[in-house]
């Protein structure tokens, strides 16, 4: 019937169970492990029961769906989780799972459809569920005619207007307020999901591409803003980065510092005001580093996965990994030649790597002339390529750059002492399908 039809549907498109194996892994790269073996298919079970019958059971206790106590239970319910795992985060895909579901059992009451979708939002602004699971359900939801949310999908964001100039001059555009920069904003993206697919075409071409001006000037400055906020609030989370899995490190042949973000950092419930957490009224999300890691992940894997050929690229929700920031501070030596993927065992495919917008740097031409005197450049080397396909890449704020991972060996140079700040870049690593369509 029809009720089940939409469960099915939009169960599927809020989130694919993650596949045993990488579950609970910590991402690979990893300098601290943690020792503990991924999930096994019980224990996802045990999850997934666990979000499933907690949320049904706050849905059949609350009366009111928009009172913030109810997004505070939803907490408590993931605090009380069967399954410990490294990164609390890594566990919103069984609860968005959750949320799939009751929004299919609810597609013949409007009313109850809008108020649990308007829960499962309000959960991926406190980083319970994922930001791109809800929009994937939104999407199959406004397909089907059931509903419609500007909040999920800004009309401006999605819009295929290039310039802030151009969308000022119509007249019919939304005002400055109405077109705030939220997290929402930045996965709705027509502007990125078009440089996504620049991208994904220039892998194919040269196994290597660069896009430039990849967000536009407004999401840029917001991302950038999220990731130096994260750095210079949360020192005691960078670590100097490593060479191998062993986690051994070398000042000489890498000189950064690293951040792993899992997706929730700045959403928790503890970093959020307390005038946030009393409002039953919708408040617009800021970007925060944990929704700019969501992003690179999701929403750019969702990209990649639509852009390249079948078989490419494993979905991004179907294993867990973190996002990776960097910090090479000014004097800093580089990174060594090296390859990402460093054995058949390896399964990272494409390597994404975003440079946040500088605090230096303007719109006039001298000012980004003067970027190339800090050092900090990418030199790609594709494998058995000619000198000619060497790359030198400066790490330009709005910048994206992917490159296969087990075909281009890269470097970072050194930065120079000169350079008027740190050189931060954001990175994440798309995994491929095992042979036979083997679980990764």
Sequence with gaps: DMRRAVSRLVAAAATRAPRSGPVGRPAVGRRRMSGSSAPTEAQQTALLEHYAM??????????????????????????????????????????????????????????????????????????????????????????????????????????????????????????????????WSLFASARFRAAASELARGLQADGVAVVDDALGERHAAAVAAALRTFRETETNAFSPGALDRTGRSNAGARGDVIAWLAGDEGLAASELSKDRRRTTEHVDVKVTAGVVAQWMRSCLGSHLLESLPTETLLPSDAYVANAMLSAYAPGAPGFVPHTDCSSPSDPRRVTAVYYPARVIETENEKANADLALDGGELVLRPRDADASRRRVVSPRGDRLVAFWSDEVEHEVLGVKRTAREERLALSFWFLKPRPGGARS
Excluded: Y
């Excluded at 649990?116 to 359900?137: H, K, M, N, T, Y």
């Design 54 to 183: 907690g949320l049904r059971e706050i849905l059949a206790e609350t009366e009111n769906l928009s009172d913030p106590a109810v997004v505070d239970r939803l907490h408590a319910l993931r605090e009380r989780a069967p399954v410990a795992l490294e990164r609390p985060f890594w566990g919103a895909q069984f609860l968005a799972m959750a949320f799939g579901h009751e929004l299919g059992f609810a597609a013949a009451n409007p009313p109850a459809l809008r108020a649990i979708f308007d829960l499962g939002v309000a959960a991926a602004e406190r980083g319970l569920v994922p930001f791109q699971s809800v929009r994937a359900a939104h999407g199959q939801l406004k397909q089907l005619g059931l509903l419609s949310c500007d909040v999920v999908d800004p009309p401006w964001s999605a819009a295929a207007r290039e310039t802030e100039t151009e969308v000022d001059a119509d007249a019919d555009a939304p005002t400055r307020a109405e077109r705030s920069v939220t997290a």
